[in-house]
């Protein structure tokens, strides 16, 4: 049982690069979301999609990308990256987003360094 | 702002004593989660309570919920080292609203539990 995996788990890149983080689940959950945690932020909720083909903004989208052609995939791309998006990236998927299913669970997360 | 917001940020105990955090939040919830985060590790769910429960055990784990406060406790009994972690909450929003299907986290309480 697989889980939800994210790759790569550390990278480091430069300032202006693009950037692409995968999420893979094996659950087939609909829902699937992008977080980011810093000191003093806690998670901060990027992108969240409900299905494939269906994304929607969350709290800090700008700068950042999806694609969710697959349900059981959903990359997030840094378009061009900055010293700001230095930080760590989790991935999620939940079966439902109300009720007892509502339950979010995470991958290990990716450390992203952009110098 | 963030929705939920725990207390302390950090807590110390020794092993085998009682840990108590905290969780206030802005507005109306369905339901309201608990996480936990070992360093360096994505969160795990630990428990769920429904706005409409006011109390809720699992194992060593008690959760209140008190709405007319908008407060919640997590209480960890008889600690070990293992349940050293940062510990979240979450909360969800009623339909209606934009934040609908999106979970809040709060910034997280430091929980150390010496040997």
């Known amino acids: 049982d697989a889980g939800i995996t994210q790759s790569p788990r550390y990278k480091i890149t430069e300032t202006g690069r693009q950037v692409t983080l995968m999420c893979h689940q094996t659950w087939s959950h609909s829902y699937m979301f992008w977080y980011r945690q810093d000191l003093g932020h806690g998670l901060r909720l990027i992108y969240y999609?409900?299905?494939?083909?269906?994304?929607d903004k969350g709290e800090v989208s700008d700068g950042y990308v999806v694609s969710r052609s697959k349900t059981e995939n959903f990359p997030l791309t840094l378009e061009s990256a900055t010293r700001s998006q230095t930080s760590v990236y989790f991935c999620?998927?939940?079966?439902?987003?109300?009720?007892?299913?509502?339950?979010?669970?995470f991958g290990p997360g990716t450390r992203l360094l952009v110098l | 702002s963030q929705q939920g917001e725990e207390d302390p940020q950090a807590l110390s105990i020794q092993e085998g004593e009682n840990a108590t955090m905290n969780c206030s939040y802005k507005?109306?919830?369905?339901?309201l989660q608990w996480y936990r985060q070992n360093s360096g590790r994505g969160l795990v769910h630990l428990i769920l309570?429904?706005?409409?429960?006011r109390e809720k055990h699992s194992g060593r784990l008690r959760v209140t919920l008190d709405t007319s406060k908008k407060s919640s406790s997590l209480l960890i009994t008889a600690s070990r080292a293992a349940d050293t972690a940062s510990y979240f909450c979450a909360t969800d929003a009623p339909a209606g609203g934009t934040s609908y299907g999106k979970l809040t986290f709060g910034q997280g309480t430091i929980l150390t539990v010496h040997p």
């Open positions: 999609s409900a299905a494939a083909d269906i994304t």
């Open positions: 309570i429904r706005s409409n429960e």
């Open positions: 507005t109306s919830i369905n339901n």
């Open positions: 999620a998927s939940s079966l439902r987003t109300s009720g007892r299913r509502q339950t979010q669970y």
